[in-house]
């Protein structure tokens, strides 16, 4: 099995930082992708940032220019850099891996979520 484990979320006041990461771990043979995804109450989850193992990146509109994603290192984790936080951002925030076990295809693993809480 994969697990990713996540932490740094937290309470921080609208216009200040906070550095979420996600280890992976396991019987992990490689990782194609890593991602952040967050869930705010009564809205559907959406994709907020995620890099490839060769480093490409990609941003949802709504945090370009704030967030950073890095990652994926020898020891598969991924963090992600906020700034500027806004009241808006907050949610819970999911760790995604496309991983793969040694002689099966890959799939799709999630963290168990870090929450995120922007005060005005």
């Known amino acids: 099995q994969v697990q990713l484990v996540e932490s740094g979320g937290g309470l921080v006041q609208a216009g200040g930082s906070l550095r979420l990461s996600c280890a992976a771990s396991?019987?992990?043979?490689?990782?194609?992708?890593m991602g952040w995804y967050r869930q705010a109450p009564g809205k559907q989850r959406e994709l907020v940032a995620g890099?490839?193992?060769?480093?490409?990146?990609n941003y949802a509109d709504s945090v370009k220019g704030r967030f950073t994603i890095s990652g994926i290192n020898a020891k598969n984790t991924v963090y992600l850099q906020m700034n500027s936080l806004q009241p808006e951002d907050t949610a819970v925030y999911y760790c995604?891996?496309?991983?793969?076990?040694?002689?099966?295809?890959?799939?799709?693993?999630w963290g168990q979520g870090a929450q995120v809480t922007v005060s005005s």
């Open positions: 995604n891996a496309i991983a793969k076990r040694l002689g099966l295809p890959g799939e799709g693993y």
């Open positions: 396991g019987s992990i043979f490689s990782i194609a992708a």
């Open positions: 890099i490839t193992a060769g480093g490409v990146t």
